[in-house]
Nanobody
Framework: QVQVRDSGGGLVQAGGSLRLACAASGPIFSTYSAGWFRQAPGKEREFVVTVSSGSGNTYYADSVKGRFTISRDNAMNTVYLQMNSLKPEDTAVYYC?????????????????WGQGTQVTVSS
């Protein structure tokens, strides 16, 4: 079983940057696809980005395309989310997730393992 722990959130001014990290346990994490989701107060959990295992194919939500970059370091069992040009509307709790499939997914229902969430707050 994989356990994931996300970190790296904080308070940043609009236009600033943050890098989130998702550390996973277990040697098989390299065979799992991973994703980041976010949830703002009073809103549903929203897809941000996913990365497949193997080929490392990525898919971004339109709202973050060109500003966010996902990457994975399989040797370290870690997935990163580099967030640049942050906007106040990016404020949310960000969750890392993993699923035992080589293909990523935009649906949070497809993920089996979740981090505890890390708060990102962007001030205007």
């Amino acid at each position: 079983q994989v356990q994931v722990r996300d970190s790296g959130g904080g308070l940043v001014q609009a236009g600033g940057s943050l890098r989130l990290a998702c550390a996973a346990s277990g040697p098989i994490f390299s065979t799992y696809s991973a994703g980041w989701f976010r949830q703002a107060p009073g809103k549903e959990r929203e897809f941000v980005v996913t990365v497949s295992s193997g080929s490392g194919n990525t898919y971004y939500a339109d709202s973050v395309k060109g500003r966010f970059t996902i990457s994975r370091d399989n040797a370290m069992n870690t997935v990163y989310l580099q967030m640049n040009s942050l906007k106040p509307e990016d404020t949310a709790v960000y969750y890392c997730a993993a699923r035992p499939s080589s293909s990523g997914s935009r649906s949070f229902r497809d993920y089996n393992y979740w981090g505890q969430g890390t708060q990102v707050t962007v001030s205007s």
